[in-house]
C-alpha cells in the first residue's frame, strides 16, 4: 500500500489554526471543507459563532464549497447561512462527484485545497485529485458510520507514525 497518498499537505489542530492567508498567496481561490467533525460536530445543528464567522470572512477571498459524505437534508441548512455551495452525499473516497463539480468551476488543481478531519475521505480523496490537503484534528465523537474509517485510519497512521511521515498532535505547515 503507498502510504504517501495518506499524507496531507498541512496537518493543524483545527480549522481556526490554518494560515488562510498563506494559502491564498500560495495561490489557493477554492476551499473544499468537510463539515461533519471539521466544522462542526457532527451531533450538532448549527455553527460555532467563531466557524460561522470565519466562513463569511473566507467566502470574500475564495469559492467555499462544503464536502460531505452526508445527505443533502443534512447540509442545505448551513449552506444557506452563509450562502455557500455543497456537495451532498459525495461517496468520499470516491472522486466522481467531486470531479464534476470542479470541472464546472474551471479552478486548477494548485488552486484547490481540500480541509477535513479523516485521512480516508478527506486527504486520500484530495491526493487522488491531485490538490493541496489539509488534515484538521475531529471536533467530536464520530457517528457509528464513520467507525470503519477510524478503524483503518488508526492502522494507517500507525504505519505513517512509524515511518515518521504524519503523527496525530505534531501539526505542520
Do not use: H, W
Request: proline residues 2%; contains cysteine.
Amino acid at each position: 500500500m503507498n502510504l504517501d497518498r495518506f499524507v496531507p499537505t498541512i496537518y493543524q489542530k483545527s480549522v481556526l489554526d490554518i494560515d488562510y492567508t498563506k494559502l491564498k498567496k500560495t495561490g489557493i481561490k477554492c476551499i473544499l471543507f468537510d463539515l461533519d467533525n471539521t466544522l462542526i460536530n457532527a451531533k450538532e445543528n448549527s455553527f460555532d459563532k467563531k466557524i460561522e464567522k470565519l466562513l463569511v470572512k473566507l467566502s470574500k477571498d475564495f469559492k467555499l464549497i462544503i464536502v460531505s459524505n452526508n445527505f443533502k437534508k443534512r447540509i442545505k441548512p448551513f449552506c444557506d447561512i452563509i450562502s455557500i455551495d455543497f456537495i451532498s452525499f459525495c461517496l468520499k473516497p470516491c472522486t466522481i462527484k467531486l470531479k464534476r463539480k470542479l470541472k464546472k468551476l474551471v479552478f486548477l488543481n494548485d488552486e484547490i485545497c481540500i480541509i477535513g478531519d479523516q485521512l480516508i475521505s478527506d486527504v486520500l480523496v484530495g491526493n487522488k485529485i491531485k490538490v493541496k490537503t489539509i488534515l484538521v484534528d475531529p471536533i467530536g465523537k464520530d457517528l457509528k458510520v464513520t467507525g470503519l474509517n477510524r478503524y483503518l485510519e488508526n492502522r494507517i497512521l500507525n504505519k505513517l507514525k512509524d515511518k515518521n511521515a504524519l503523527e496525530r498532535g505534531n501539526y505542520y505547515e
